[in-house]
């Protein structure tokens, strides 16, 4: 249930829809401590919200598993309006770091990422959140946050067990989701995620002309339809090599095959009407 604040009361018989007036609008934005940042929502005062899904990506959980612990223990949300305009209920810091310290206290915070960070430190550092550093995204970048493209997969094969699937997007435009873009090379997708907390890693890629950029797509098969983030294939160029460089084979292999032929005209040559028997190979879903 959510409570009412001195900053933003709500009132329980209103309708979110005739008063979205009193709901204050966020912006994205990070909350940075040190090496380590995280999403987050500023409220028009200043003061920093997450959401379920801000609060349980950091900690390897679910948003249901937030959302249940918050309202166990009768901890405060509030409702805001995120950039495109919907409702959502979110936790300040404080509260955050709450449920952060509930995960490292009851060893429900993996090895691996309990290893990783400094949580003690950065739990601390969430409880005072004026002490940390806010990155705020542009207005640009808070206008297209939310935007999804839709895209139609094809998987093409680069050689034999080498199946990279690629999104086309409007106006034959090619993109990449961590899944596949990593996957084919033996990466695991969270390898990205970790990304801005790792300043080494990152300042390679930035060197090299790593852009970062993400869209989010829409993808729709005959199984499933889900959205997704994208890279550009110049990004995933970038990451391929960097991965090559340091001995991985299958990115080395990547880089072969796209140097015998690259990637837009692979998709070109897969989707010619006359190719029926190699457009399905191409076509054929990844298990």
């Not at 007036?21 to 940075?32: C, G, M, Q, V």
């Not at 090895?111 to 950065?122: F, G, R, S, T, V």
């Not at 959140?129 to 493209?149: D, H, Y």
């Not at 729709?220 to 995933?236: G, H, R």
Request: net charge neutral.
């Amino acid at each position: 249930m959510i409570q009412p604040t001195e900053l933003f009361p709500q009132n329980s018989e209103s309708s979110l829809l005739e008063t979205p007036e009193k709901i204050p609008l966020a912006k994205s934005t990070r909350w940075h401590y040190k090496h380590y940042s995280c999403a987050a929502y500023q409220l028009p005062n200043g003061e920093l919200v997450m959401s379920d899904r801000q609060a349980s990506r950091p900690v390897k959980q679910s948003k249901r598993d937030v959302k249940e612990f918050m309202e166990s223990h009768s901890l405060e949300s509030i409702l805001v309006q995120i950039p495109n305009r919907k409702v959502i209920s979110a936790y300040s810091l404080s509260t955050v770091a709450i449920y952060w310290r509930y995960l490292l206290d009851s060893r429900l915070i993996s090895e691996q990422l309990a290893d990783q960070y400094e949580w003690k430190d950065i739990i601390e550092s969430l409880q005072h959140p004026g002490e940390a550093t806010l990155l705020s995204t542009s207005q640009e970048e808070q206008e297209t946050e939310f935007t999804v493209t839709p895209a139609n997969p094809i998987v093409l094969e680069l050689q034999r067990k080498l199946l990279l699937e690629v999104l086309i997007l409007p106006k034959r435009e090619y993109r990449i989701s961590p899944e596949s873009g990593l996957g084919v090379i033996g990466v695991l997708e969270n390898w990205l995620q970790e990304l801005p907390n790792s300043p080494r890693k990152l300042k390679t890629l930035l060197q090299r002309g790593f852009s970062g950029e993400s869209k989010l797509c829409q993808v729709n098969t005959t199984k499933e339809s889900k959205i997704v983030e994208s890279l550009s294939l110049n990004d995933w160029l970038t990451i391929w090599e960097v991965f090559a460089f340091r001995g991985n084979s299958k990115a080395a292999a990547v880089l072969k095959a796209c140097a015998k032929q690259n990637i837009p005209l692979r998709v070109e040559a897969a989707l010619k009407p006359y190719s029926i028997q190699e457009r399905f190979l191409y076509s054929k879903t990844l298990a």
